[in-house]
């Protein structure tokens, strides 16, 4: 317990007479409220407390009184550790002024003066505040860096990425850079730039993100990348994890993102057009339009996409091509069931109207194809 904490009801709130609050000296003031219960103070309604309590002066003295009882560490490096400390010594000052804007340069100077090992001590949660406040303030951000003995590369990596998690902006990580972040470095700690954040970034179809991060020679997870790509990114994102594999020993081709495409029935209908538009008419055409039609039923777009496979320039010759001696319609027609069979006889009413043979089809196959 802070044992120079005074009780609120124990001090003079007149206004007027020999023991006024402002009568006092504000030192005094300052550290009476600071080690008492400001919260209490400021709802007094006091003009005299009030003016107190937006001094700087008083906001360093509070701030020391706070982090002496949740006993601050100097050189806090776990992110459960930063965001304990950010709670229980800055928030309470946020509370009371109603934002972050107390975090200015004269209260930063000021700390600075009085306080610079509690400063160095507090520096990742200044930061912190100052970076995922309503509105950032990077100049102030990176005052705290310059004149803190803070190293961003020697931060735990999930400091960094709960940054990132709240402000998935190029001019973040470009920030980072700037005031001493080793990107390259920080990618190789897997609690930093994991595939949790990556594939958020994909899904959200952020490839200026994943773009700067190949531009400082990161090879990412492309193939793991692309799996999340196909059903939830776009186009300009799948074409750009593509491309970033083609520099890798795990290089993917249009054809594999074909193959990949057609069995994952979550493939949205303008991603599986564009990864067709970058392929050429070869026997891997053979091989997706018939799983097309085998994943049908679990597929609401696989027509659609068979589509986009037979309306393509000299698809016709591939796509009623034979596979291992069969024809696509005797492929389809091995993996009929009751269940399914809706859902392929239109592919198969297809095949038959681009002159593959009906030869082994059943009878109720060709009634449902008339």
């Known amino acids: 317990m802070d044992t120079t904490t005074t009780s609120i009801n124990t001090l003079p709130t007149a206004t007027t007479g020999p023991f006024a609050l402002n009568r006092l000296p ?24 009030r003016t107190i ?12 009184r706070l982090a002496r009882n949740s006993n601050v560490k100097l050189c806090p490096e776990a992110v459960d550790d930063i965001l304990h400390t950010t709670a229980v010594v800055l928030d309470p000052i946020s509370k009371l002024v109603g934002s972050d804007t107390w975090i200015s340069e004269n209260f930063i100077r000021a700390f600075i ?27 102030l951000a990176s005052m705290v860096v310059r004149h803190s003995n803070l190293d961003l590369c020697m931060l735990n990596g999930q400091y960094i990425r709960a940054i990132l998690e709240h402000r998935p902006n190029i001019w973040m990580l470009q920030w980072l850079e700037d005031n001493g972040l080793n990107i390259q ?10 595939m949790a954040i990556l594939a958020s970034w994909v899904m959200d ?13 990161i090879n990412l997870p492309a193939r793991s990348l692309l799996e999340y790509a196909l059903s939830h990114s776009t186009p300009a994102t799948v074409g750009f994890l593509v491309n970033h594999s083609s520099a890798s020993q795990d290089r ?29 008419p070869t026997i891997v055409w053979t091989f997706a339009a018939c799983c097309l039609a085998t994943h049908a039923m679990m597929d609401d777009s696989a027509y659609m996409k068979f589509a986009a496979l037979r309306n393509s320039p000299n698809a016709v010759q591939w796509l009623t091509r034979p596979m291992r001696g069969r024809t696509p319609i005797q492929c389809l027609c091995e993996r009929l069931t009751y269940e399914n069979m809706p859902y392929i006889s239109p592919f198969i009413r ?20 008339q």
């Open 26 to 49: 504000t030192p005094v003031l300052v550290r009476i409220i600071a080690y008492s219960d400001p919260l209490k103070w400021h709802a007094l309604g006091n003009a005299s407390v």
């Open 53 to 64: 309590i937006n001094l700087t002066s008083f906001r360093c003295r509070w701030i020391c």
């Open 113 to 139: 003066s009085h306080h610079p090992r509690l400063f160095d001590a507090l520096a990742p949660c200044l930061i912190l505040k100052l970076l995922l406040c309503e509105n950032p303030n990077v100049d």
């Open 185 to 194: 470095n920080t990618y190789q700690q897997e609690n930093c730039f994991n």
């Open 205 to 217: 179809s952020r490839v200026d993100l994943l773009d700067f991060l190949a531009r400082r020679n």
């Open 252 to 280: 993917i081709s249009w054809n594999d993102l074909l193959m990949m495409a057609c069995t994952d029935a979550m493939t949205r209908l303008d991603v599986f057009q564009s990864i067709v538009a970058n392929t050429e």
């Open 350 to 369: 297809d095949y038959l109207d681009l002159g593959v043979p009906a030869a082994g089809m059943p009878s109720i196959v060709a009634m449902l194809c």
